[in-house]
């Protein structure tokens, strides 16, 4: 056998080899399924109403007004902690105040029972500004809301009394003054859960 003949014999080899080696991988049965899988997040949703709780004119110390507003679940998960951020902005008309108007306007947070309302917490606006969040969840929503939470679509009610303190000293320096206070509700979700 020549040299050509076995050159062209071994390409013959190498190729035929190569052929049943592809041709093979397609030589087995087979079977595939696909899963449809889906991950939809839930919401948290707090809202609360009405959005302008108090909106008072002509105080004078001793003055004092409940008002009610009501917190609710409106997402599909259920709300851990409420929490709250105070701040306010005091308008000195006459431009001759000392003090903070704030510390003049006492806050009391109400628990109704068997139409008794009962004292939860008190302050003023000016603390409750310096409070941290946590401490106010601790103070205000934990003894109403309890460790269940707001769960989804659920509301609860809350009273709030608010008080222009007086102190039976001077309180001139307030006349014609205004304070907005602006309450920021922020909710946060029950912790994750294996399901």
């Not at 309302?117 to 603390?127: D, P």
């Amino acid at each position: 056998m020549g040299m050509k003949k076995r050159i062209g014999m071994g390409i013959m080899s190498a190729a035929l080899g190569i052929a049943l080696i592809g041709g093979g991988t397609y030589a087995y049965f087979s079977d595939s399924e696909v899963t449809n899988n889906t991950f939809a997040a839930g919401t948290l949703d707090l809202t609360v109403a009405p959005t302008e709780i108090i909106n008072i004119e002509n105080m004078k110390p001793g003055d004092s007004f409940i008002r009610e507003f009501k917190l609710g679940n409106g997402g599909t998960l259920d709300i851990d902690k409420v929490f709250i951020e105070t701040d306010y902005t005091v308008s000195d008309q006459q431009g001759d105040n000392t003090k903070d108007f704030a510390e003049h306007i006492q806050v009391e947070f109400l628990f109704n029972v068997n139409n008794f309302n009962v004292v939860i917490f008190k302050t003023t606006l000016a603390e409750l500004k310096e409070m941290t969040p946590e401490a106010i969840n601790q103070h205000i929503f934990y003894p109403e809301l309890g460790e269940k939470g707001l769960p989804a679509g659920k509301a609860h009610d809350f009273l709030v009394e608010f008080s222009f303190v007086d102190n039976k000293e001077d309180q001139n320096q307030f006349q014609g003054d205004s304070l907005q206070l602006a309450w920021t509700f922020q909710a946060t979700q029950k912790p994750g859960e294996k399901r």
